[in-house]
């Protein structure tokens, strides 16, 4: 996993193992602005939470989760096929 941080001095890469990257959101749960995002681009976009799940490839209980922040031990690849669908 790669993620980009910010310094500031500027942008700088950081390498993450996936496992690495479970224990941060264990800890911290889901990022509040993916959580922001999500909602916005759904409403943005006049989309039901099913009608995005079934874009995500995911549950539409799932996507409630998410968007509330609930969301705890998400899967690197749900992570990603959320920031897939709404980039």
Do not use: C, F
């Not at 990022?31 to 943005?44: G, H, I, N, T």
Request: hydrophobic share 40%; no cysteine; glycine share 6%.
């Amino acid at each position: 996993m790669r993620k980009i941080g910010k310094t500031l001095s500027g942008n700088i890469l950081i390498e993450m193992s996936v496992n690495e990257w479970q224990q941060v959101v264990e800890h911290n749960g889901i990022p509040k602005d993916l959580s922001a995002a999500l909602v916005q681009y759904r409403m943005e976009n006049g989309l039901t939470q099913m009608e995005l799940a079934q874009k995500i490839g995911i549950s539409r209980t799932r996507v409630q989760e998410i968007e509330r922040g609930l969301s705890r031990n998400m899967r690197l690849r749900t992570y990603e096929r959320v920031l897939l669908a709404i980039s």
